[in-house]
């Protein structure tokens, strides 16, 4: 039977079938594809600059001179001149300062760190006048007169090894009527000024002579600058001393890193032991001589001076027979300015300057040898180099007495707290014994230049100074021998206040009346108005009173 309904109707089926969510495979590898170029492109173009970069340094490295690597870096090993292979930076200020173009010859790159001028030449030339250990007696006929180029570039190599110091106004001004201005070089590592002449004499040494090391044979402020900044720049030191040398000298050498060797008991025989050994093992011995080199270097403190105090009309220096400093650094100052007064001091013991100067060549005084007061300023005139720029350029040469001299330690111990040997106070001895009346009123440098004096010596200078300028006196008088009479006389020098160093009585030898007592009594004073009150008060009540004469 057949429903009536009709046959069964078929299922509607939807009017839109939906596409796939996703976009089709081959799109997304295309994607895929272009993004791995692009990384790869991307990673290629940034390893190529890297590669680029690295072959600029090596291009840089090799471009740079040896005057641009300075005596910065301490803790790396010495090349051929150079500190090391890292290149330390430059200060842009004090480039100015000694890179200014009258200075350098115009060719001053400070964006490179690279100097392109004839310095490097000049320092070629100067490199090759360095005394050989057997090449001494032709030193004379290699050495030159230094320029101020020579100068100039020996203050751009040092200027991280050594000081600048101070140039200061003292307070002894107003004392000598007149302005004056101390370059206090015993500020140094070493004390002494001698470190800049010995440090450009080292850096300039070539490498294969650096790893043999130098050998000098003193127990001066020369060999103590050489024990330190050899050790600095790891070059091996031996310093070669006499049996007589002070305790604290050898020590001193030592702790700055120096081979000290004891040898003979005089200084010659230490001279020819180090000369023994510097044949035998290839050190170069190196002594105190006017090289270009080292004069350059002592020539420094001309042009630090000259930088330092505006409108100089007179610098006074240390003078005798190493007179390096003062013709170095004479050198420097005419040429900046002519019109400045360069004077030097010598004693008037050893007159070996100006002895020399009169002879017209070095003179050998072998009298002033050796003087442990004087140091390197009784030396004899080391070289005609020197001689000869001295008499060139040196407007004055003046001879002080030793009193003046140890006055003038005083003077700088008191005003400007500082401890000098004589080599560093005779130029103030010149003003303090008014040889230089024309200066009254005028703008005048003087360098103190060494402060390494002995302790048994400074206390022996000092009191001398204090008896030479009437601020201790001795004076012996006769009382009796009973109670009160002591009393009375320290009475008396209370009331004059009178400071009492030291009191002696004596009653064994007396040849004056029985029961009697000598007194010797040392007292210090103000200065010499009060010297003269007090012995005018004694006098008074004691004439027998008999004064210690100095």
Same mark, same amino acid.
């Given at each position: 039977?057949?429903?009536?309904?009709?046959?069964?109707?078929?299922?509607?089926?939807?009017?839109?079938?939906?596409?796939?969510?996703?976009?089709?495979?081959?799109?997304?590898?295309?994607?895929?594809?272009?993004?791995?170029?692009?990384?790869?492109?991307?990673?290629?173009?940034? #390893?190529?600059?890297?590669?680029?970069?690295?072959?600029?340094?090596?291009?840089?490295?090799?471009?740079?001179?040896?005057?641009?690597?300075?005596?910065?870096?301490?803790?790396?090993?010495?090349?051929?001149?150079?500190?090391?292979?890292?290149?330390?930076?430059?200060?842009?200020?004090?480039?100015?300062?000694?890179?200014?173009?009258?200075?350098?010859?115009?060719?001053?790159?400070?964006?490179?760190?690279?100097?392109?001028?004839?310095?490097?030449?000049?320092?070629?030339?100067?490199?090759?006048?360095?005394?050989?250990?057997?090449?001494?007696?032709?030193?004379?006929?290699?050495?030159?007169?230094?320029?101020?180029?020579?100068?100039?570039?020996?203050?751009?190599?040092?200027?991280?090894?050594?000081?600048?110091?101070?140039?200061?106004?003292?307070?002894?001004?107003?004392?000598?009527?007149?302005?004056?201005?101390?370059?206090?070089?015993?500020?140094?590592?070493?004390?002494?000024?001698?470190?800049?002449?010995?440090?450009?004499?080292?850096?300039?040494?070539?490498?294969?002579?650096?790893?043999?090391?130098?050998?000098?044979?003193?127990?001066?402020?020369?060999?103590?600058?050489?024990?330190?900044?050899?050790?600095?720049?790891?070059?091996?030191?031996?310093?070669?001393?006499?049996?007589?040398?002070?305790?604290?000298?050898?020590?001193?050498?030592?702790?700055?890193?120096?081979?000290?060797?004891?040898?003979?008991?005089?200084?010659?025989?230490?001279?020819?032991?180090?000369?023994?050994?510097?044949?035998?093992?290839?050190?170069?011995?190196?002594?105190?001589?006017?090289?270009?080199?080292?004069?350059?270097?002592?020539?420094?403190?001309?042009?630090?001076?000259?930088?330092?105090?505006?409108?100089?009309?007179?610098?006074?220096?240390?003078?005798?027979?190493?007179?390096?400093?003062?013709?170095?650094?004479?050198?420097?100052?005419?040429?900046?300015?002519?019109?400045?007064?360069?004077?030097?001091?010598?004693?008037?013991?050893?007159?070996?300057?100006?002895?020399?100067?009169?002879?017209?060549?070095?003179?050998?005084?072998?009298?002033?040898?050796?003087h442990h007061f004087y140091g390197d300023v009784s030396g004899v005139c080391f070289g005609s180099n020197s001689l000869q720029l001295t008499g060139k350029l040196v407007d004055k040469v003046v001879a002080v007495r030793e009193e003046d001299i140890l006055i003038s330690m005083l003077r700088l111990l008191?005003?400007?707290?500082?401890?000098?040997?004589?080599?560093?106070?005779?130029?103030?001895?010149?003003?303090? #014994?008014?040889?230089?009346?024309?200066?009254?009123?005028?703008?005048? #440098?003087?360098?103190?230049?060494?402060?390494?004096?002995?302790?048994?010596?400074?206390?022996?200078?000092?009191?001398?100074?204090?008896?030479?300028?009437?601020?201790?006196? $001795?004076?012996?008088?006769?009382?009796?021998?009973?109670?009160?009479?002591?009393?009375?006389?320290?009475?008396?020098?209370? $009331?004059?206040?009178?400071?009492?160093?030291?009191?002696?009585?004596?009653?064994?030898?007396?040849?004056?009346?029985?029961?009697?007592?000598?007194?010797?009594?040392?007292?210090?004073?103000?200065?010499?108005?009060?010297?003269?009150?007090?012995?005018?008060?004694?006098?008074?009540?004691?004439?027998?009173?008999?004064?210690?004469?100095?």
């Amino acid at each position: 039977m057949v429903s009536p309904q009709g046959p069964p109707r078929a299922r509607p089926t939807d009017m839109a079938t939906p596409g796939p969510l996703l976009p089709p495979y081959g799109v997304v590898v295309g994607v895929l594809l272009r993004l791995v170029v692009y990384l790869v492109a991307v990673l290629y173009s940034y #390893a190529e600059q890297l590669f680029l970069k690295k072959d600029d340094n090596k291009i840089k490295k090799q471009d740079t001179p040896a005057v641009c690597d300075l005596h910065c870096c301490k803790d790396v090993p010495v090349r051929n001149g150079l500190i090391g292979q890292k290149s330390p930076s430059i200060n842009p200020e004090r480039l100015k300062d000694f890179g200014e173009e009258d200075y350098l010859n115009g060719d001053v790159k400070t964006w490179e760190m690279k100097i392109v001028s004839r310095n490097e030449e000049l320092l070629r030339e100067a490199l090759s006048c360095i005394p050989q250990p057997s090449s001494r007696a032709s030193l004379a006929s290699c050495n030159k007169l230094i320029r101020f180029e020579d100068i100039s570039a020996a203050a751009f190599k040092i200027q991280c090894g050594v000081q600048k110091t101070p140039c200061m106004y003292s307070r002894l001004s107003k004392q000598y009527g007149m302005e004056i201005y101390l370059k206090k070089e015993f500020l140094q590592y070493t004390g002494s000024v001698k470190e800049r002449g010995v440090l450009y004499l080292l850096m300039s040494l070539p490498q294969e002579q650096q790893r043999k090391g130098v050998i000098v044979a003193s127990d001066s402020n020369f060999s103590m600058a050489v024990a330190h900044h050899a050790a600095e720049l790891r070059v091996p030191v031996f310093v070669v001393v006499p049996s007589s040398t002070a305790p604290a000298r050898v020590r001193t050498c030592r702790d700055y890193g120096a081979v000290v060797v004891s040898y003979g008991t005089t200084a010659k025989d230490a001279q020819l032991h180090a000369r023994r050994l510097a044949q035998e093992n290839g050190y170069l011995h190196l002594e105190e001589e006017d090289s270009a080199v080292y004069l350059s270097g002592l020539g420094t403190v001309g042009l630090e001076m000259y930088e330092q105090v505006p409108k100089l009309d007179a610098v006074i220096f240390p003078a005798g027979g190493h007179c390096g400093l003062l013709a170095g650094s004479a050198a420097a100052l005419k040429h900046l300015n002519p019109h400045i007064s360069v004077i030097g001091v010598e004693s008037e013991s050893f007159p070996v300057l100006q002895q020399s100067l009169k002879a017209g060549h070095p003179t050998d005084d072998q009298a002033c040898n050796n003087h442990h007061f004087y140091g390197d300023v009784s030396g004899v005139c080391f070289g005609s180099n020197s001689l000869q720029l001295t008499g060139k350029l040196v407007d004055k040469v003046v001879a002080v007495r030793e009193e003046d001299i140890l006055i003038s330690m005083l003077r700088l111990l008191e005003y400007e707290r500082a401890t000098v040997d004589a080599e560093g106070a005779i130029g103030l001895a010149a003003l303090v #014994a008014g040889k230089l009346p024309e200066l009254k009123g005028k703008r005048v #440098a003087v360098v103190i230049c060494s402060g390494n004096l002995e302790l048994h010596l400074l206390q022996q200078c000092i009191a001398r100074a204090l008896t030479l300028d009437d601020r201790v006196c $001795r004076f012996s008088l006769v009382i009796s021998d009973c109670p009160g009479d002591m009393s009375k006389l320290l009475e008396i020098l209370a $009331r004059e206040e009178a400071r009492v160093l030291d009191i002696k009585q004596e009653r064994t030898f007396v040849t004056s009346e029985l029961f009697t007592v000598e007194v010797i009594c040392t007292v210090e004073t103000r200065d010499k108005i009060h010297t003269a009150q007090l012995r005018n008060a004694l006098l008074e009540r004691y004439p027998t009173t008999a004064w210690t004469e100095r």
